[in-house]
């Protein structure tokens, strides 16, 4: 198992940094051009001067400091270090997935929701989002999960004040944060038969805090108003592809991915914690709205598929004891698997 573990991990991160590699962002020349001027200028710009249609139209970079940094690293030659960071936040959260992987059916999940986010690898400021997302989902779901231990929500007030300042996207950890507080606490008042108001009064202040923290960027609370008028304009829909709804670009391996999530969530529903199975839906719904949402949906629901698959392995243990699987059924079996991980691999040509 580990070495399979290995290979599949290997295979994503390789597979990551050729992406990042060979194909270019088409805003990348955009950040770059940005970031330039703000180091020659020693601003942040307020208002679009590349745009020729748009004359004097106000504008929030909410990128701002990573255009910055990625001028900078262009100017002093060491460019090939973007393109590693860039693909270590890719590949983070499916190198601790890999690790926790228990058989062949966890890491092949693994691998196939790593070729689910494929079209959003590369040198691109989102990629640092999916990375900030992953890390506070993780330890939002070991507080009110595993161990109320304070220490994993106590650097989230830093944590969302740099990570307004990189991208837009710690609008979503601010929702999955207070997703994760309101389904335990109802799960807990459901359970307990009363309201934990004393229990949630830290998670709670760490969460306002947190937002509070996401004001200090050089727009303030604009840098909000732009994020909600993006998010709601009929125009970003229409326009730019990754924020149309999912159906309009489905491909096989995100297709066998929402399948394994929904027929898991189907069949094990009573068996998942409110906390997992509402953060794993939630975000499941926001990636049909908008395409872009769906490197997020990925980073939240593998501890959903991996419980589920652990069970699923436990009924088919006992459904073997009843009535085991003949040699010529096994083989079988084995077969379509194989053929269907080539089949997936083969697809993307890595």
Request: charged share 10%; proline share 5%; hydrophobic share 55%.
């Amino acid at each position: 198992m580990l070495a399979i573990k290995i290979f599949i991990g290997v295979l994503i991160l390789a597979g990551f940094g050729y992406i990042s590699v060979i194909l270019i962002d088409p805003d990348l020349g955009w950040h770059v051009r940005v970031g330039q001027d703000s180091i020659a200028t020693g601003t942040i710009p307020h208002v679009d001067r590349y745009t020729h249609t748009m004359p004097g139209f106000e504008w929030v970079d909410h990128e701002w400091l990573v255009d910055a940094w990625m001028w900078w690293m262009h100017a002093h030659q060491v460019w090939w270090a973007v393109i590693i960071v860039f693909t270590l936040c890719a590949f983070i959260p499916f190198f601790v997935w890999i690790n926790r992987a228990q058989g062949l059916g966890q890491a092949l999940a693994v691998l196939l929701g790593a070729a689910s986010v494929i079209p959003f690898i590369g040198v691109r400021p989102q990629m640092l989002s999916f990375l900030l997302f992953f890390i506070t989902f993780e330890l939002s779901r070991r507080y009110f999960l595993e161990e109320e231990n304070k220490a994993y929500l106590v650097g989230f007030p830093l944590l969302f004040f740099v990570w307004a300042n990189l991208h837009a996207g710690f609008i979503a950890g601010l929702v999955l944060f207070g997703l994760c507080i309101a389904a335990g606490f109802l799960s807990t008042a459901l359970h307990n038969k009363k309201l934990p108001i004393v229990e949630y009064v830290f998670p709670l202040f760490v969460f306002l805090l947190s937002a509070a923290s996401t004001f200090l960027n050089p727009y303030g609370w604009k840098l909000h108003a732009e994020i909600v008028r993006v998010f709601f304009s009929p125009e970003t829909t229409k326009y730019i592809m990754e924020w149309q709804p999912l159906p309009s670009d489905l491909d096989p391996a995100l297709l066998v991915f929402l399948g394994v999530v929904l027929v898991l969530a189907l069949r094990f529903y009573k068996k998942y914690s409110p906390l997992v199975l509402c953060v794993t839906l939630f975000f499941l719904v926001l990636a049909f709205k908008s395409a872009r949402n769906l490197p997020l949906f990925v980073a939240a629901s593998y501890p959903l598929i991996f419980s589920g698959i652990t069970w699923l392995k436990h009924e088919v243990a006992l459904a073997q004891q009843q009535k085991p699987f003949g040699e010529r059924t096994a083989r079988a079996l084995l077969g379509i698997a194989i053929l269907f991980f080539i089949t997936v691999i083969g697809f993307f040509g890595f």
